[in-house]
């Protein structure tokens, strides 16, 4: 199942993992998965580690999400540091594994380093995925509040555009004010691409690893927010930051966003709790 053929008219539901890394999150995740599966996801995703660290795990947690879920599974590729035949040889792989969506994105090069490989942007893996002969349905990240290492505004702006031209849809960096999501559309618009872009929400269960996230992504912090998180305890502050996303992700969709992409961090109390409050989404299950 492409996640291109799933964004239409009723609103999408998915959830990004990360690999685990050792038995006890291994367990977790499986937990994770069962939980949220049970809500009817219209699709999932798995990152991999910077510098593609965690191909071989992604792989393999996105291979076994296609083939026992009624879901599709989408692993995210980056191609920072790894040759164009490291890179064809993992889409030979997710194609005989039966996996059709690929989120194409460039991956950071480790702290300080230079760009080593044959790929420094995204819109380079993207023209090789589209490339493939498997057909792939290809997704790209955008950063509403501008990517840290871009120029500027506008050339962010026209490069974001001409890479999500190339592909099927985008999904976006975290972030905090619906404006900044409007405004992203806006300029797409402006340049003429409009394909769909759906919202990345973070749950705020731990506000000082989100703190830190939003530091490196660039994302502003709203401050009363997380003094009000950091405040809040256990159960608590995962009612009151599973409130404070659904009132965004509410705010998102009335702005006409295709879906909801949930920052899960692997935990599925507080998207269990926002996801029976959002509306019907288009799931797999009925
Ligand atoms: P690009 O699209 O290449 O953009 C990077 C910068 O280069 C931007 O400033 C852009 O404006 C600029 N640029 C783009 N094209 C050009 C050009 N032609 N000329 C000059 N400048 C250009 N990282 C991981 O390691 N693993 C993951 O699983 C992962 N998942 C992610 C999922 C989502 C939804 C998002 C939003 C990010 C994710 N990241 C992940 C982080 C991502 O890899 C980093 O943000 C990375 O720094 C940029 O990736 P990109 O695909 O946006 O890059």
Not at 76 to 89: E, P
Not at 182 to 199: F, G, H, N, Y
Not at 252 to 277: D, Q
């Amino acid at each position: 199942m492409r996640v291109s053929d799933l964004l239409g008219n009723q609103p999408t539901l998915s959830y990004e993992f990360f690999p685990p890394s050792d038995e006890e999150a291994q367990r977790r995740l499986a937990e994770t998965l069962e939980e949220l599966s049970q809500t009817g996801p219209s699709f999932v995703s798995v990152t991999c580690g910077a510098g593609g660290a965690s191909h071989d795990r992604t792989q393999k947690i996105v291979v076994d999400i296609c083939n026992s879920q009624p879901f599709p599974a989408m692993a995210h590729v980056t191609c920072v540091g790894h040759t164009r035949s490291d890179i064809v040889a993992l889409l030979d792989n997710y194609a005989a594994g039966g996996v059709v969506n690929i989120l194409a994105l460039a991956g950071d090069p480790p702290d300080g380093s230079a760009i080593i490989g044959d790929f420094k942007y995204a819109f380079e893996l993207v023209e090789l995925v589209r490339s493939h002969p498997a057909g792939f349905c290809v997704a790209v990240a955008a950063h509403p509040e501008v990517h840290p290492r871009s120029l500027g505004r506008n050339s962010d702006r026209q490069h974001l555009a001409a890479k999500l031209n190339m592909a099927d849809f985008a999904v976006t960096q975290f972030f905090f004010d619906v404006d900044d999501y409007v405004r992203l559309l806006d300029e797409l618009a402006a340049l003429r691409c409009d394909k769909p872009v759906l919202p990345g929400v973070m749950p705020v269960i731990w506000p000082k690893s989100v703190r830190r996230y939003a530091e490196m992504n660039g994302s502003a912090v709203p401050e009363g927010l997380f003094s009000r998180l950091e405040a809040f305890s256990g159960r608590d502050r995962i009612e009151a930051a599973a409130e404070a996303a659904w009132e965004l992700c509410d705010k998102l969709l009335a702005a006409g966003a295709p879906g909801i992409h949930l920052y899960t961090l692997n935990r599925c109390e507080v998207s269990r709790l926002i996801t029976n409050k959002l509306p019907r989404h288009k799931n797999t299950i009925s």
